[in-house]
């Protein structure tokens, strides 16, 4: 089974532009995960979609974030205006349930360096 | 709420040694530890994971304990190659929680 994509490995932007990211989880999965790491700190969560409804979003940093799973299938996280404290990789990781026990699996994450 | 504390940051051993990273969790509601292992330019892959009802786990060279007393859980690696080399994240989910809360990530370093 093809794995959990993401695009565009990296993006470079100027602060105050913006930047999209795309998730594509494992197909059949519905729960996709936004995760960030900010260089030499955790990986850090952002929201949890099931389906195309958002189940928490407690981790979005700021409304300069805005998640999106149309139809339940692939996801966007745009950033506007990007600041320089965006950068960092961002992952996305789906399971086919929410339950405690199903394994997450990452993405290969997007680089974005904001200068 | 969770905080997971990981320790050490950086780890160097020779080929053939054993390597221990230790993780340290704040809610005593976790109840799944899983350990992820990011190669350089690859993404965080599952290795082995704990649920708070098993004190131990082992998979050929890689083992990981949980002591829910201490809240604290490690992973053991045995007879370490340099394939091994990677960062390691631990991460605990607290049960009725929704996203894994990860540690800061241990780089292990495996000269031959």
């Known amino acids: 089974e093809a794995g959990v994509t993401q695009f565009p490995s990296h993006s470079v932007i100027e602060k105050g532009q913006t930047v999209t990211l795309r998730c594509d989880p494992i197909s059949g999965h519905d729960n996709l995960y936004w995760y960030r790491r900010v260089m030499g700190k955790e990986i850090k969560f952002l929201l949890h979609?099931?389906?195309?409804?958002?189940?928490?979003e407690s981790g979005m940093p700021n409304n300069r974030f805005l998640a999106e799973r149309t139809g339940g299938t692939y996801s966007t996280l745009k950033v506007q205006p990007a600041e320089l404290e965006d950068s960092g990789v961002y992952f996305c990781a789906s399971t086919r349930t929410s339950g405690a026990t199903d394994t997450q699996y990452f993405g290969p994450g997007t680089r974005l360096t904001v200068l | 709420g969770e905080n997971v504390e990981q320790h050490p940051s950086t780890l160097s051993v020779q080929e053939g040694d054993s390597a221990v990273i230790k993780c340290t969790y704040s809610d005593s509601a976790s109840n799944y530890f899983p350990w992820y292992k990011q190669e350089l330019g690859k993404r965080p892959q599952l290795i082995i994971d704990i649920r708070s009802n098993v004190g131990e786990k082992k998979d050929q060279r890689i083992a990981v304990t949980l002591n829910k007393t201490a809240k604290h859980f490690s992973l053991h690696i045995t007879e370490t190659q340099p394939e091994d080399s990677a960062v390691y994240f631990c991460a605990a989910f607290r049960q009725g929680g929704t996203a894994l809360i990860f540690g800061k990530g241990t780089t292990l370093s495996v000269s031959s």
């Open positions: 979609f099931v389906k195309e409804s958002k189940q928490d």
